[in-house]
């Protein structure tokens, strides 16, 4: 909790978000723990960089996918994840063209 509230979240609500989810997805156990470089597991800024929605889309269903080692179904799964059942995100990563190389 200490790392959690000295931390200055400049993404807001959505950072802090992201990083618990993370955390979440990566835990072993019923506890979770941030890493000593837990800043790291934030986004990057792209305020600068100007992509398409469907280039975002893309780059954040491979991040999550990454995330969780490819899984797509089940519980700890892209698809729950992402709050969508496993066939919509099987038929967006076909539209988008992700594959599994």
């Known amino acids: 909790m200490k790392k959690l509230n000295s931390h200055s979240w400049p ?3 959505r950072e802090l978000e992201h990083c618990v989810e993370q955390a979440l997805i990566l835990s072993d156990s019923t506890e979770i723990s941030f890493p000593e470089s837990f800043e790291n597991m934030s986004a990057p800024s792209e305020e600068n960089e100007v992509m398409t929605l ?3 889309e893309r780059h954040y269903v ?3 996918l990454g995330m969780t ?3 797509v179904a ?3 799964g892209a698809a729950s994840v992402l709050g969508m059942k496993p066939t919509t995100l099987f038929s967006r990563m ?3 063209g ?3 190389l």
């Open 94 to 96: 076909k539209k988008l």
């Open 74 to 76: 089940g519980r700890g």
């Open 11 to 13: 993404g807001n609500v």
């Open 98 to 100: 992700i594959r599994r």
């Open 62 to 64: 491979e991040k999550i």
């Open 54 to 56: 469907q280039d975002m």
């Open 69 to 71: 080692h490819w899984k």
